[in-house]
């Protein structure tokens, strides 16, 4: 069986924090954005669909595979709720 590779979570907490914080048309550091942050709130602005943008230069910065399944049932409200998700994600081979 082929070994499973998985994602450094700090890693993939540093390219979510980037692209949320360049979809809400900011310019701050990533670590200037905590995990508990919310999507849309005082500071970061996400909408539908800037989400799904999100979603693909998440993949390709990250080189992961994000299916569908893996939203399904799933709100998000914060930044931790992406990074986890992108957490669980496949890695490319």
């Not at 924090?17 to 709130?41: M, N, Q």
């Amino acid at each position: 069986m082929p070994q499973e590779l998985s994602l450094d979570r700090d890693a993939v907490a540093t390219v979510v924090k980037k692209v949320v914080i360049a979809e809400s048309r900011l310019s701050l550091p990533p670590d200037s954005v905590t995990d508990d942050e919310p999507l849309v709130g005082d500071l970061l602005n996400v909408n539908s669909l800037g989400f799904v943008g999100m979603l693909v230069r998440i993949e390709d910065e990250l080189d992961v595979n994000l299916p569908d399944d893996l939203f399904v049932g799933r709100s998000f409200r914060t930044v931790r709720d992406l990074i986890d998700v992108v957490t669980a994600a496949e890695v490319r081979r």
